[in-house]
């Protein structure tokens, strides 16, 4: 994980963001498998003004390890925890005014105020309180906003194509929605000082609408949202994945290599095993399609990717030896493996695979080159 792109990036997306405008650094799902905890220190000290998960567990780990600046809860929360939200300082998104009655009553007599920021479903058709058709949504809010024990910080809403810019006409369509709400409720004085709704695809296409704070996911982890808008920014990959050379084995003509025999040698070859599988993230629907780099060379994966292992053909890499650092994503000499490959070629998007690498795969930190002493990340 190098700290230095993520510190670009952020700079990068709020280059031009007006004066007072806050960075939200998502960090949900282990920071996209970057590692909250570390990420969410980084951010803090990079000046981020506020963090997002989807859950309560989530945000527990980062108020654990001592991670002081305001957490957003994208996702639901069971009302009897409302207490230690607030208890906790962490702020709770609300969807629907059945939901926020229930988080008022589990605070009455406790004294404690939790803050709330009001989803608006604009078109996203998750969670939210409907933008459109819906007589009864401003009056809705208009209690939400004075029930005892919920301060109202913030109304956000989420696009559902931002990143798609034939979509463009839905994007603005959605984001009208918005405003209509934003506005409606500000004729009834009710104005939370927190509005936004830029995610990644936004952030980047849509710089407009940055309102009060923007909250770019995958782009703060230098991947962009999708392929129409690769490229658009400038934002560099925070994460490599490597692994290393366990054993390096001579096979003659014919012989099988890994379940299923999917692979036999066509002649004497060279194979090497690397302790990585699909147990750590390596996608399965890989095997003997990929290759991984490996002293400036590729090396080309053979046989099914195992759980835990996978083999690479090295006949025509000398001199490889045991521990010899394999690149499976990221760059080695002018050759160059990415996330946004791979998720073209498994026809899915980058976020899923840096989500799926597992939590026994070690993160390591760089900083400008130089490691960042890991001990301190450990929670």
């Known amino acids: 994980m190098d700290l230095s ?48 998960v989807s859950n309560f ?22 009302p009897e925890f409302a207490r230690e939200e607030a208890a906790l300082h962490i702020t709770q998104e609300v969807h629907s005014l059945e939901y926020g009655r229930a988080l008022s009553a589990a605070l009455e007599g406790t004294g404690l105020s939790l803050k709330i ?8 058709g998750r969670l939210g309180f409907f933008a459109y058709d819906r007589p009864e949504t401003v009056p ?54 927190i509005v936004h709704c830029a995610n990644s695809g936004a952030s980047i296409a849509y710089p407009e609408y940055a309102h009060d704070m923007i909250r770019p996911g995958i782009a703060t982890y230098g991947l962009d949202p999708s392929g129409d808008l690769r490229g658009m920014a400038d934002l560099r990959p925070l994460m490599s994945l490597k692994t290393t050379i366990a054993a390096v084995r001579t096979f003659p003509a014919g012989a099988s290599v890994s379940y299923g025999r999917t692979y036999q040698t066509p002649e004497e070859r060279v ?25 400036g060379k590729r090396a080309p994966q053979i046989g ?34 990415t996330w946004d490959g791979w998720a073209d070629q498994l026809g899915t998007i980058s976020y899923e695979l840096v ?22 990340y450990i929670v």
């Open 5 to 52: 792109c993520l510190r670009h990036n952020v700079e990068t997306l709020t280059e031009h963001l007006p004066e007072g405008c806050r960075f939200l650094g998502v960090v949900k799902a282990d920071a996209y498998g970057h590692g909250a905890v570390p990420v969410a220190r980084e951010l803090e000290r990079l000046g981020a003004g506020y963090l997002a």
């Open 117 to 124: 920021h009001m989803k608006i479903d604009t078109g996203m």
């Open 271 to 295: 194979i090497a095993v690397c302790p990585i599988g699909y147990a750590d993230g390596l996608p399965r629907r890989l095997s003997n399609q990929t290759s991984f780099l490996l002293r």
């Open 355 to 376: 989500c799926g690498i597992s939590k026994r795969v070690p993160r390591i930190y760089f900083r400008d080159g130089e490691a960042v002493d890991t001990l301190q």
């Open 57 to 78: 567990e989530e945000a527990l780990q980062l108020r654990r390890a001592d991670v002081a600046l305001p957490i957003l809860i994208l996702g639901y929360t069971p």
């Open 140 to 193: 809705e809010l208009t209690e939400l906003a004075g029930l005892p024990g919920l301060y109202a910080e913030g109304i956000f809403m989420h696009f559902a194509v931002s990143d798609t810019p034939s979509e463009d006409g839905y994007t603005r369509l959605q984001h009208d929605r918005f405003l209509r709400v934003v506005k409606a409720l500000a004729e009834r004085g009710i104005r939370p000082e």
């Open 304 to 337: 099914r990717i195992c759980m835990d292992m996978c083999m690479i053909d090295v006949t025509d890499i000398p001199e490889v030896k045991v521990g010899d650092t394999v690149t499976v994503i990221g760059r080695d000499g002018a050759e160059e493996n």
